[in-house]
């Protein structure tokens, strides 16, 4: 069989699966249609760095796209949608507009009236509930 390109997370799964229910490399090759070497090398991956995804074609298409980048860029660019970020905000947009309405529309009471009021806020929806 000719060059097909790289193998998919599900290609790669498949060989990994059939190593280890047992089947031989040449039975493996044989059942999925891939090369020997193909089979060799995805399982010899797998057991060695548990890796089953080819990560460095992103690496080298990100480094391709920007040749005269440095090493930290490329590598902060490559990192970039790995992790979620560090901080949420606090607020979401809907919450933050939630609570402007309500000041809106509470802002003309007097202090003396919050003084004697509970906040629990439920799903959302401030609840003000009367001591």
């Not at 060059?3 to 039975?27: C, I, T, W």
């Not at 080298?60 to 920007?66: H, Q, T």
Request: proline share 2%.
């Amino acid at each position: 069989m000719g060059k097909k390109g790289d193998l998919s997370d599900f290609e790669r799964d498949m060989v990994v699966g059939a190593r280890q229910a047992g089947l031989s490399v040449s039975e493996t090759a044989d059942l999925l249609r891939f090369s020997h070497t193909t089979i060799s090398r995805v399982y010899r991956e797998w057991s060695e760095k548990g890796k089953i995804s080819s990560e460095w074609q992103r690496m080298a298409r990100l480094v391709g796209a920007d040749r005269k980048a440095t090493l930290t860029q490329a590598t902060i660019r490559y990192n970039q949608y790995i992790r979620r970020p560090h901080q949420v905000p606090l607020l979401s947009a809907k919450n933050r507009q939630l609570r402007l309405q309500f000041a809106l529309t509470h802002q003309i009471l007097p202090i003396e009236y919050w003084k004697n009021h509970l906040w629990d806020v439920v799903e959302c929806e401030i609840c003000i509930m009367v001591v």
